[in-house]
Structure formats: C-alpha cells, structure tokens
C-alpha cells in the first residue's frame, strides 16, 4: 500500500472535510456553498466513523507476532 493510501492520510482528509463542511455552513456569501456545505460535513463525518470501526493494521501484525 501506498504511504498516501494510509489510514493516518484518511483521517487527515475526514477531518478536511469535516472543517470544511463546518465552514460552508457558516459562511454568509453565497447559498450554494451553505446548500453543499451539509452534505460535505456528512461525508467527512461518516467517513470519520468508518475509519474508527476498521481496525489498525500495525496492531494486528503485533499480536500475530505475539500469539
């Protein structure tokens, strides 16, 4: 795998999109930003969340090495 294609990358980006939706929803200049700001904020929340269920590579390798 990639050194991009981390999950330490994947949660930079959940987060990215999850200030970024934030601020598209606070922002007072245009509606269309406020309008795509939701589903923006959404998708770095959900993401966020699928990256906490799957479980970290390292720490499997660690037990194998262990058990």
Do not use: N
Request: net charge negative.
């Amino acid at each position: 795998m990639s050194t991009y294609l981390t999950k330490a990358w994947f949660y930079r980006i959940a987060s990215a999109l999850i200030l970024v939706g934030f601020a598209m929803l606070c922002q007072p200049f245009t509606h269309d930003l406020f309008v795509f700001g939701f589903p923006v904020l959404l998708a770095g929340v959900v993401l966020f969340m699928i990256l906490d269920h799957v479980p970290d590579a390292r720490a499997e390798e660690q037990e194998e090495k262990i058990g």
